[in-house]
């Protein structure tokens, strides 16, 4: 349980040391702390109906439901994008990690030997599968979790939560629909219903995905409060890291300063574990549309189609303003109403399998 | 697949991957001795649009204890070399365009990442630093801890005089001197993440550290005439009366409206105004003794926590209520009057106390209204609380209404503790 836990909760918050904190300050300013609250909530009844979903056909994870509610054409074909989608969230993921990594910290590695390295370690995980990657992300957790809040902690001297005011950031409305659209931001949780067969039955999967995304949505909005209160609406929405500066301004003496080397091991780490988890899960995806057994001889085919998508954002206008706003904007159009609406044509079908079992 | 073959295979991949990360660095990787990091940056105008960039770098030597100054003889203006540093100058377009012109004749890279202050001269400082501030927070290189300071006269002259006079560490005393702005309160500690940040921000005005260099000629010799004796004098840094000793001197506040220094707060203005934004907890403050002309009152202050600061609009005016609540401990009074044994003394004086710190505040905000209209005391943040949305306080603009808030602030003054003395007996006179 607690390995689930610690891999779902990792993939969904490592966009806090990304772009994320510039995007949502920028869209929503001093409402961005708790706007992404609105979007944990929406997360959460979106949470809800999949569980509803699982429930009305127990041992059966989302794309087997998919099948006995749909058929098999039609739930293939969804799969499939499912499975384009997340490959195209891993090579956006890994575009942004690596932008930014040039940024901030190598700015003369070409970025195919940043990508090449970053996909090696992405195909050892993926190669061992997902118990591997889940294990990893359970030793890692405490380390990105403690280095996290490591870094704001350290920063307190320099927060002033009076910069969190206006209190309605660019206004309610405009929190609201940023709030619907950033649920996108927490619907990683899909992975739980992709691998829940994994799990322990329907009653580990609801505590495991509530936890979750209550865990993720305490991070993103302490993190954004921190960043707002540290460098106000203006500068936070400009700087391309907001957390990576907050380790940057860390000062206490001569020799306690600058400890973005914190920032560094946490981020990276993270990135490896979320990248390497949706990576896995588009490969995996590919596999039951075809019904492949062994993942493994499409390693190879699916990293050169990861490097490609890592490649198709040519500067970092494009990652932000296009792709990533795609996915983490734009995504909860796909991902959000498929369950939703499978959910409904069950229920209006009058669809339901097998007995439940651990609920 | 044969298990030998099989964990051949997986060595071969914790190999490649154990490669791969150990070498993606290979690319960045300088040798410590391939650059050289510049501790101070100096900025003055140049001829034209141009702009004087004077790098104080280290040279790795030790300063050979030749008396700080240059180890092949000469001043430091002629040799550039100054306490195992050496100082360069260029002019450039961008200060980012003279490092690299400054590269071009150094056989090491020159690095910003360690270097500790960045000073602008004040006639730069009065056109506006913006355009300079900007690439520094865009360049990865430049670190957000370096501290801004304004100087009066060049910047390069100022960098020509900047050498350690305790240890033999340039950079070790130049963030030891910051330190020293807690303990005296003379001036504020401004570092440039905090000096960017209320650049661009909506609801304060930026500061920077006041300096110069003091060329020891402010010392009354004798003969000379002789003043009367004033607790709080107004020195402009390179004034204090002094001679021996470090000529750098950091003395008051600069005062920014934008990115263009407006004016500057003295080093008594500087406490009072670092006191009534919570960033002096603890001091010395030497008063006139009320009951005794001539003779002063020694006071260390202590401040309960930050000043509690409410607003609200009335009318679209704004209204502010500063309020703190201060320790006394009365370090020295000269005339020895026991102030504790008379209980209608000791209220006068701790209301005589109030009306010093209310003055003091109310006269430093009056300043920054009426002379600069620069909230320096971040007000806005406050006032930021009386609006709902971002567009609101933004139309408000309530940068360029400052000067019309109603500002009232009240000090509560409990004189707890007066020294190791508690019934002093008068000296006895002269027999």
Known sequence: MLEAYALVTIVIITKIFYTFPLTTIKQTGTAAWYTTLISCVG???????????????PQKDLYQVFEAVLGKKVSRFIILIFSVYFLYYTGINL????????????????????????????????YVGLEGIVRVAYVLFYLIITGLVLILILAIPFYDFNSLKPWLGYGLGVSASEGFLKISAYDSVIILAIIANSLQGLKYFKRIGLSCLLTAGAIFSICLACILAAFQYTAGSGYISGMYHLSRIIYYSRFFQRVEAIFLFVWVFASVIAISAVFYIALSSYCRVFSITNHRPLLWPFLFLTFAFTFLPSNIYEIISVHVRLIRGYSVFLIVPVPILVLLVSIIRGKKGGKASGT | MAPKKLSFLKGAIVLVCACCLSLTGCYDAKEIDQEVFTLVIGVDKGTGNMIRVTFQVSTYKEDGGNGGGSQNGGSAADTGELDGTVISTVEAPSLIESINMLNSASNRQISLSQTKMI?????????????????????????????????????????????????????????LSFLQSANTGYYPDVFLNEFYVRLLSPYAQAIAIYTAINDFDSLPEDGMEKGIIEPHPDLKPGEIPRKGGNKREMLGTVVFSGDKMVGYLNQNETRFYLLATGKYKRGLFTLDDPKSAGDFIVLEVTAHGAPKVTTFLENEIPYIYLEMLLDIDIAAIQNRENYFLNPSAYLELEKYIETYFVRGMEEVIRKTQQEWNSDIFEFGKKIAGNFWTIPQFEEYNWLERYREAKIDVKVKANISRAGYYFHPRPIEPEK
């Open chain 1, 43 to 57: 997360a959460i009844v979106f949470f809800a109906l999949l569980y509803l979903l699982l429930q009305r056909f």
């Open chain 1, 95 to 126: 575009s942004e990690f690596v932008t930014i990594l040039k940024i901030y910290s190598m700015p003369f590695t070409p970025k195919e030997v940043l990508v090449a390295g970053f996909l090696t370690v992405i195909a050892a995980m993926a």
């Open chain 2, 119 to 175: 000073i602008f001269s004040e006639e730069y400082a009065r056109e506006g630093v913006g355009r300079y501030i900007e690439p520094l927070t865009r360049f990865r290189e430049v670190g957000e801890l370096m501290r801004v300071l304004v100087c009066r006269g060049r910047a390069e002259d100022y960098i020509l005089e900047n050498r350690s006079f305790i240890g033999g560490s340039l950079p070790k005393d130049i963030e």
